[in-house]
Nanobody
């Protein structure tokens, strides 16, 4: 069993900052990509940012230069620092971790439960 526990969401004013965390625990053999997605009401889930085990990052166009993704491999944790928040950043944010639980398994996607981020003007 694998658990992903997210924290750090909440209500913030326009221009403010929040930091999300997602910690993976349980039967983990190895982790590949760690990332964050978000879904606003009536919209499809979209990539916010992700990071490979080698530290290569990828950001959605709307968050470049404002958000920063980091990871602590020793803690199986990924973070998302969100600065200069805008009302359009309001969404449920989900962490996504591609991992395998045993040596012979393929890498599968695991999702967090989601955390609400609301940016008020």
């Amino acid at each position: 069993q694998v658990q992903l526990v997210e924290s750090g969401g909440g209500l913030v004013q326009t221009g403010g900052s929040l930091r999300l965390s997602c910690a993976a625990s349980g039967s983990i053999f190895s982790i590949n990509i760690m990332g964050w997605y978000r879904q606003a009401p009536g919209k499809e889930r979209e990539l916010v940012a992700d990071m490979t085990g080698d530290g290569i990052t990828n950001y959605g166009d709307s968050v470049k230069d404002r958000f920063s993704i980091t990871r602590d491999n020793a803690k199986n944790t990924v973070y998302l620092q969100m600065n200069s928040l805008k009302s359009e950043d309001t969404a449920v944010y989900y962490c996504n971790i591609k991992m395998r639980t045993v040596l012979w398994a393929s890498f599968d996607n695991y999702w967090g439960q989601g955390t609400q981020v609301t940016v008020s003007s």
